[in-house]
């Protein structure tokens, strides 16, 4: 279960590695920086992400791109409100 609380020193994205999450449900914002962080690492993918659920606000076309390009492959889904 991935929640939004990681243990100290530890970041959303290495929260949702570590956990080895499958399925991420998050509002728009924290999908926002997750991208951020992992574009700076230069990471490839949101680990074993194969969905990642978004809500509670409008979500931009760029946030949806980037996690649709994020997932590589991998995954097949993109939900949202």
């Known amino acids: 279960m ?4 990681p243990p100290a020193g530890l ?3 290495d929260w949702i590695i570590q956990t080895g999450a499958t399925y991420v449900l998050g509002v728009p914002t ?3 920086d997750i991208l951020v962080e992992q574009k ?3 990471l490839p993918r949101i680990g074993n992400v ?5 809500a509670g606000s409008p979500i931009s076309r760029g946030c949806s791109k980037g996690v649709r390009r994020s997932r590589n492959r991998a995954a097949e889904h993109l939900r949202h409100d």
């Open 2 to 5: 991935v929640t939004d609380d």
């Open 11 to 13: 970041s959303r994205l």
């Open 30 to 32: 924290h999908a926002m």
């Open 40 to 42: 700076r690492r230069r």
């Open 50 to 54: 194969k969905i990642f659920y978004m």
